[in-house]
């Protein structure tokens, strides 16, 4: 399988800030990546599909970047809307497998 | 409104079983593959599932196999989750999504439900 590993597992951080979130890969999983914001109680919502596409919708302060085995999200400046928990996830080949999330809260 | 709700958890012993079901709307069913994401309490998300469009081919992730087995009614717009020999390990909030793979561009799971919660205890 497929690990998907998330640092940090938690940050703080203000309004207005620049966060970064890495998600790297045990192998290439070229460009098959996905990021995901989940707020308390809700369900995930697609961020960036294919490592560095924004999906409709989401606000253009998010941003991916990467591909192969190494790979970040990155908040331009953080909304009050954006603290939540991020995951990204690979859907490269089975079993689709989930970083273990990273905690954004407020500094 | 392009929606997915699931239905059917609950309190079930270990060893016990539970049918899951996600009711698909707003959207053609029949154009995607689906999944099943879970997550246990205060952990990340789990897959545990797909199928494809017709039926004809399904993915589980290894700790489910042989013990899940995940179906769909394309009459019905839905989804559904045989869950057997369930263990205290299966507790989690089961979520369905709809699942991009095959389609020209894949993104991943772009729409989720709400889930529902299994729990497995005596």
């Known amino acids: 399988d497929i690990q998907m590993t998330q640092s940090p597992s938690a940050l703080s951080a203000s309004v207005g800030d620049r966060v970064t979130i890495t998600c790297r890969a045990s192998?290439?999983?070229?460009?098959?990546l996905a990021w995901y914001q989940q707020k308390s109680g809700k369900a995930p919502n697609l961020l960036i599909y294919k490592g560095t596409s924004l999906e409709s919708g989401v606000p253009s302060r998010f941003s991916g970047r990467g591909y192969g085995t190494e790979f970040t999200l990155t908040i331009s400046s953080l909304q009050p809307d954006d603290f939540a928990t991020y995951y990204c996830?690979?859907?490269?080949?089975?079993?689709?497998?989930f970083g273990q999330g990273t905690k954004v809260e407020i500094k | 409104e392009v929606q997915l709700v699931e239905s059917g958890g609950g309190l079930v012993q270990p060893g016990g079983s539970l049918r899951l079901s996600c009711a698909a709307s707003g959207f053609s069913f029949t154009n995607y593959w689906m999944s099943w994401v879970r997550q246990a309490p205060g952990k990340g998300l789990e897959w545990v599932a797909n199928?494809?469009?017709?039926?004809?081919?399904?993915n589980y992730v290894d700790s489910v196999k042989g013990r899940f087995t995940i179906s769909r009614d394309n009459a019905k717009n839905s989804l559904y989750l045989q869950m057997d020999s369930l263990r205290a390990e299966d507790t989690a909030v089961y979520s369905c999504?709809?699942?991009?793979?095959?389609?020209?561009?894949?993104?991943?799971?772009?729409?989720w439900g709400q889930g529902t919660l299994v729990t497995v205890s005596s």
């Open positions: 192998q290439s999983i070229n460009n098959w």
């Open positions: 999504a709809r699942d991009t793979v095959g389609l020209i561009l894949p993104v991943g799971f772009d729409l």
């Open positions: 199928i494809k469009q017709d039926g004809s081919d399904k």
């Open positions: 996830q690979q859907y490269n080949t089975y079993p689709r497998t």
